[in-house]
């Protein structure tokens, strides 16, 4: 039962059951209900043992196995925890007819019950705010998760402390031994398939709920593939989708892998699927994304073509789109560097990457490279665009003759890709580049033996692409 769920009353209104319980132990001395709902009933009484007023949480018997256990679940989790933001639970008796729970009784009520009276400030929603991160910040050092954050279960004390409530939804094992699964399959060189196995036989009852087997299997296959387990990865989410065929995420992670390594045919429809689903799942930009980014990093215009048609529709009513968000992308990879597109480039647009698509543009037709390098600093400091654009500043240094600068900020850019680029497909696309910038400053530092394989990388990967051309005629 939520916290706050239950219907004010007193002690002479209706009553969905008889009080006190014929079995009620002797050291609670009822007070008055606080209120009732569809699991059961809250009471204020006089604990007589403790000499304090405390509330009183009874879920019948008739409430089922299910109802009596998640009640359990809570008070044992309560147990274990103690912090200045958490209700306190002191006790749990079961008797013939209820579970008894006994816990902490504030007498704000709850933040539900504060809204009724109007919206909050912006200081006491701040303050709100502050205290149930600290309290959820506490959880999660333990391995704890609550997964039923609601105003309804922010209780508040007399001082206005807030007090997060209502720990029967936690997740406390199966969370910290998901978090030791993915830290055993990057620790681990091989037999990664059956320590999935292993944690999916333990927690067999848990990931029967849909939430906590999509995240597992997100959280899993994110660590196979940054493992560099791409095919473990695949088979993993594959599997998912034929239990869970309506999770569109799942299709979205099965679709980003297969590009990654290579498997575009399968990766696009993959993609497709995704933006079929029912449940809910990342706005469907993501999905037409990866399809563009891989249409315009292969040049294939027929696969763009059909991007762009998804992009024009109306994408499951999804409005904040930026028409031009995509624009560059094409012309980008072709190196096509007068092309209008950069020029309509908005710098708020939905694809972030294109604000260094626009300047390395301007560095190609001219502009003074140290003033792109300048610029590049200034866009690498939002990290969704970092690499990006350190690639970008390592260019410029490049076209300004600062090979050494040039040389460190392309190599310690390259090391980032390639591990990014083994769990996201908007910095694989980024990662020949790196290549081919690597291999060209190498070879203007008269290196040519060490530029050899960053070229051919380029070249294997981003064959159509103007940098895997340019990569391709270095090595004749």
């Not at 013939?96 to 504030?106: C, D, I, K, N, Y």
């Not at 959880?139 to 609601?150: A, T």
């Not at 830290?183 to 398939?193: E, N, P, V």
Request: charge should be neutral; proline fraction near 5%; glycine fraction near 6%.
């Amino acid at each position: 039962m939520d916290a706050g769920k239950v219907t004010a009353t007193a002690p002479g209104g209706s009553k969905p059951g008889s009080w006190p319980p014929p079995d009620l132990p002797s050291r609670w001395r009822p007070v008055r209900r606080l209120g009732f709902g569809g699991q059961g009933e809250v009471w204020l009484a006089d604990d007589l043992v403790l000499d304090q007023r405390v509330a009183l949480k009874l879920i019948p018997r008739e409430q089922g196995d299910d109802a009596l256990e998640r009640t359990r679940r809570e008070v044992r989790a309560g147990r274990q925890l103690e912090h200045r933001n958490l209700i306190r639970l002191f006790d749990l008796v079961d008797t013939p007819s209820h579970l008894l729970v006994a816990m902490e009784w504030l007498p704000g009520g709850s933040v539900k019950d504060r809204l009724r009276s109007g919206p909050l400030s912006v200081a006491e929603a701040v303050a709100i705010a502050e205290e149930t991160l600290q309290s959820l910040s506490y959880l999660h050092r333990h391995g704890v998760v609550h997964r039923d954050v609601k105003p309804s279960n922010l209780l508040l004390a007399a001082d206005g402390t807030v007090k997060l409530a209502d720990l029967g939804l936690v997740r406390n094992r199966f969370w910290t031994d998901l978090r030791d699964l993915c830290r055993s399959i990057l620790a681990t060189t091989g037999h990664r398939a059956e320590l999935w196995q292993e944690f999916s036989s333990a927690h067999a009852a848990v990931l029967q709920e849909p939430t906590s087997f999509l995240a597992a299997i997100l959280m899993t296959s994110r660590a196979l593939a940054a493992a560099g387990d791409h095919r473990t990865a695949i088979e993993t989410i594959s599997r998912a989708t034929g239990r869970e065929p309506q999770m569109r995420d799942l299709w979205l992670r099965l679709g980003e892998q297969r590009l990654i390594i290579g498997q575009r045919r399968l990766g696009r429809a993959a993609l497709l699927r995704s933006l079929e689903g029912s449940a809910p799942g990342r706005i469907p930009f993501d999905k037409v994304l990866l399809l563009t980014l891989d249409a315009a990093l292969h040049d294939d215009g027929a696969a763009w073509d059909q991007a762009m048609q998804l992009w024009d529709a109306d994408l499951n009513g999804w409005q904040h789109k930026n028409e031009n968000a995509l624009a560059p992308l094409r012309p980008f990879y072709r190196g096509q560097w007068s092309d209008a597109a950069f020029d309509r480039f908005k710098p708020n647009s939905n694809l972030k990457a294109a604000a260094v698509m626009a300047e390395w543009a301007l560095l190609e037709r001219g502009k003074d490279p140290l003033q792109v390098a300048a610029r590049a600093v200034h866009l690498a400091e939002d990290p969704e665009v970092a690499d990006s654009a350190h690639l970008l500043e390592a260019a410029a240094q490049l076209r300004a003759g600062q090979v050494q600068q040039a040389r460190t900020i392309a190599r310690e850019t390259l090391n980032s890709l390639r591990v990014a680029a083994a769990t996201s497909y908007e910095a694989f696309v980024w990662l020949p580049v790196a290549e081919w910038l690597t291999g060209s400053i190498l070879q203007a530092d008269d290196s040519p033996d060490a530029a050899r394989p960053h070229l051919e990388a380029a070249a294997r990967i981003a064959p159509e692409a103007w940098f895997g051309r340019q990569a391709a005629k270095a090595l004749r």
